[in-house]
């Protein structure tokens, strides 16, 4: 009584490392061009998006909507309290409810009911359900199915913000499948060179630091659903991606400590000004965006992120490969 306090306690620091190979790397970077089979996906894409929904009056085939109520029932038969759910959409095809929910509604009209039993797979990441057997009813209130536009210059006038012919469609999808490939390709390699960093550069990661990691996505996993979660198949399943996830973040502070990498307020300034010009804002409009939320951290982080890689792309090989569409 009277005296001093005291105890111990043990806390995961994360440990120094020392980096074996971080220059002279060789990595490829894979190109291709946008092809007419590109296009022509992108305009079937495109009449998909836009496609009118109309009433069917025939069965239902896959690609089709749904507009039911669902009745989870016992094995036999009888309904589960508080389990009907209503007013519910689901397009054919997709498998929101699985490939065997799909497939035994396909033909059913609008006005019908459906009895379905549904085995789930032994292999299903829920222990409570896997390989077990599920009953419903379910109840069609309207068959809908989409009903497509020509591709014609009519159709190119009606998507925003409006093109004169189907050609100035086609070519403004092919400069925007380009941009999308662009950035594609230059991500590409830059995942290279961050497996190619964790290939030359191991050490052994704190079993404590992935173990938290683990825990959080366990967390919020288990937040996000009623149903009950297996922790053995997260760990087992999630562990490798953590454990990689944690090295690569570990090597990319030791390459930005070593380089004396640092993002100041003339970089900042001018990544808002950027964005002001390519959003057609004004820099105050930018800055009060950024103020909301963790808006101002993250486009901090981005630009860190992008100073690391100029570093190591400049200390890099890039060997451009050229590869087929197929190979995308």
Same mark, same amino acid.
Request: glycine share 6%; charged share 35%; aromatic share 4%.
């Given at each position: 009584?009277?005296?001093?306090?005291?105890?111990?306690?043990?806390?995961?620091?994360?440990?120094?490392?020392?980096?074996?190979?971080?220059?002279?790397?060789?990595?490829?970077?894979?190109?291709?061009?946008?092809?007419?089979?590109?296009?022509?996906?992108?305009?079937?894409?495109?009449?998909?998006?836009?496609?009118?929904?109309?009433?069917?009056?025939?069965?239902?085939?896959?690609?089709?909507?749904?507009?039911?109520?669902?009745?989870?029932?016992?094995?036999?038969?009888?309904?589960?309290?508080?389990?009907?759910?209503?007013?519910?959409?689901?397009?054919?095809?997709?498998?929101?409810?699985?490939?065997?929910?799909?497939?035994?509604?396909?033909?059913?009209?609008?006005?019908?009911?459906?009895?379905?039993?549904?085995?789930?797979?032994?292999?299903?990441?829920?222990?409570?359900?896997?390989?077990?057997?599920?009953?419903?009813?379910?109840?069609?209130?309207?068959?809908?199915?989409?009903?497509?536009?020509?591709?014609?210059?009519?159709?190119?006038?009606?998507?925003?913000?409006?093109?004169?012919?189907?050609?100035?469609?086609?070519?403004?999808?092919?400069?925007?499948?380009?941009?999308?490939?662009?950035?594609?390709?230059?991500?590409?390699?830059?995942?290279?060179?961050?497996?190619?960093?964790?290939?030359?550069?191991?050490?052994?990661?704190?079993?404590?630091?992935?173990?938290?990691?683990?825990?959080?996505?366990?967390?919020?996993?288990?937040?996000?659903?009623?149903?009950?979660?297996?922790?053995?198949?997260?760990?087992?399943?999630?562990?490798?991606?953590?454990?990689?996830?944690?090295?690569?973040?570990?090597?990319?502070?030791?390459?930005?400590?070593?380089?004396?990498?640092?993002?100041?307020?003339?970089?900042? &300034?001018?990544?808002?000004?950027?964005?002001?010009?390519?959003?057609? &804002?004004?820099?105050?409009?930018? &800055?009060? &965006?950024?103020?909301?939320?963790?808006?101002?951290?993250?486009?901090?982080?981005?630009?860190?992120?992008?100073?690391?890689?100029?570093?190591?792309?400049?200390?890099?090989?890039?060997?451009?490969?050229?590869?087929?569409?197929?190979?995308?």
């Amino acid at each position: 009584p009277g005296g001093d306090l005291s105890f111990t306690a043990r806390i995961e620091v994360e440990p120094e490392i020392e980096l074996s190979k971080v220059e002279g790397l060789t990595v490829e970077r894979l190109r291709r061009d946008v092809t007419d089979a590109d296009i022509d996906r992108s305009m079937e894409e495109l009449r998909t998006r836009y496609a009118s929904w109309v009433p069917c009056e025939d069965g239902a085939v896959e690609g089709d909507q749904l507009s039911c109520d669902i009745q989870e029932n016992d094995s036999m038969g009888l309904p589960v309290d508080n389990r009907l759910y209503k007013n519910i959409q689901v397009e054919l095809g997709k498998g929101q409810y699985g490939p065997d929910f799909d497939s035994k509604m396909l033909g059913i009209k609008s006005g019908e009911s459906r009895d379905l039993s549904i085995t789930n797979p032994e292999d299903d990441p829920d222990p409570e359900t896997a390989g077990k057997t599920e009953y419903y009813t379910v109840t069609v209130h309207e068959v809908k199915r989409a009903e497509k536009a020509e591709l014609n210059d009519e159709f190119a006038q009606e998507i925003p913000p409006g093109f004169d012919t189907l050609a100035a469609l086609k070519e403004h999808a092919r400069g925007e499948l380009a941009k999308s490939l662009e950035r594609s390709i230059e991500q590409g390699v830059n995942n290279r060179i961050v497996e190619q960093l964790i290939a030359e550069n191991p050490f052994e990661v704190p079993q404590k630091m992935i173990d938290l990691q683990l825990e959080d996505l366990l967390d919020r996993a288990k937040k996000g659903t009623s149903n009950p979660i297996d922790d053995d198949i997260v760990r087992s399943t999630y562990a490798p991606q953590i454990e990689n996830s944690i090295r690569w973040n570990m090597i990319a502070k030791a390459v930005l400590k070593k380089q004396g990498i640092r993002i100041g307020d003339a970089e900042i &300034q001018a990544e808002i000004e950027r964005i002001a010009t390519e959003q057609g &804002q004004t820099v105050e409009t930018v &800055q009060l &965006q950024l103020k909301r939320g963790d808006a101002m951290r993250k486009m901090a982080e981005s630009l860190v992120e992008r100073a690391l890689f100029d570093y190591l792309r400049s200390v890099s090989t890039i060997v451009d490969k050229e590869m087929d569409a197929s190979e995308a």
